[in-house]
């Protein structure tokens, strides 16, 4: 008898180990808030002057998946792969002199990427001081399986972030709720869906932006959270619009080519007659991804008629990333 009571201790103390590993890896932080808080807004570098109101502004928004190229969501990188790529990256930013540069799955104190924070080393290369960021993932592993499962576990803590060379003075977020969809335990260890909306002091005048990365996977979701950032934008106040990121939707998909970012329902379009912004365009169409050979255009600028544009594009011939960046430069 008391072997067996002393093989059920045993048990439970299994049990009750295996229990604490998987709630400190699927539910506990990677980081935690003391350490690195989950938003916040930032001055990151010597402070610009303040600059008189600008003639124009260079707006860019850039997917960078977390520094690991056409490997993103697929392989890991090694350690040169990923500072290549970032190398890349800000060369190819730099051209362009960013004034808002708009950053979605950014990585910042993440095993994957080596602990190198993506915000903070963009914000150094390009000399843009202020920043504002969000964490949308924020465990001790990566929120897909990898091969081997080895890199599948370590900290992850990334998301979205917004760079300036103006002052950002305030950031309110916000959370759209996952996919009804799902199951409640799936969406336990899904992804969160998070719209920066950030008031910038450009000059003397007051930009209201807001930087996005709608649901990728969940359709109907999609839908839901585009329609509901419409009303959002439209009630707002501010003269200054401009709202950038990936919005997983397109309308330049070839009719061969089967995509689920295919915009049947004319989304963008609703979004644009909703809000009164208006999307970047050039006079050849240009697109986003995928990098290594570009047929559909997600990642999106719009602007409000405060702003007229001058010029628009994407950063070709990079694969630095699975995106490509796509900039405008918006004249007041």
């Given at each position: ?153 370590g900290r992850v803590v990334s998301g979205q972030a917004v760079l300036s060379r103006f002052p950002i003075k305030s950031q309110q977020l916000i959370e759209f709720p996952k996919p009804a969809g799902n199951a409640f335990w799936y969406n336990w260890f899904y992804l969160d869906r998070i719209v920066q909306h950030l008031i910038v002091e450009v000059g003397t005048e007051q930009v209201s932006i807001y930087n996005l990365h709608l649901e990728a996977f969940a ?114």
């Open positions: 008898m008391k072997r067996v009571l002393k093989t059920m201790a045993l048990l439970i103390l299994i049990l009750c180990i295996a229990f604490g590993i998987f709630v400190y890896y699927a539910i506990g932080p990677g980081v935690s808030e003391s350490k690195f808080a989950r938003q916040d807004v930032l001055v990151l570098g010597p402070e610009n002057p303040t600059p008189l109101p600008p003639e124009r502004l260079s707006v860019i928004s850039y997917n960078i998946g977390y520094g690991s190229g056409l490997k993103n969501n697929k392989d890991p990188v090694n350690e040169a792969e990923l500072k290549a790529n970032l190398e890349k990256m800000a060369g190819d930013l730099q051209a362009l002199k960013p004034d808002l540069l708009f950053l979605q799955e950014v990585d910042f104190q993440s095993r994957r990427s080596f602990k190198i924070d993506q915000m903070r080393f963009l914000s150094a290369k390009l000399g843009m001081p202020y920043a504002a960021y969000v964490l949308t993932w924020n465990k001790n592993y990566v929120a897909w399986p990898y091969w081997p499962p080895a890199r599948h576990f359709i109907e979701t999609r839908e839901e959270q585009i329609t509901q950032l419409g009303r959002l934008i439209k009630a707002d106040p501010f003269p200054a619009k401009i709202a950038a990121g990936d919005f997983n939707l397109a309308e330049a998909i070839p009719p061969e080519k089967e995509d689920s970012d295919r915009d049947t329902k004319g989304l963008l379009k609703k979004f644009a007659e909703t809000t009164g912004l208006k999307p970047i365009q050039a006079e050849k169409p240009f697109f986003s991804m995928p990098s290594s050979d570009p047929y559909k255009l997600i990642d999106h600028i719009f602007y409000s008629p405060r702003f007229r544009l001058e010029k628009a594009g994407n950063i070709a011939n990079s694969t630095a990333s699975d995106h490509l960046a796509v900039w405008s430069i918006l004249g007041f």
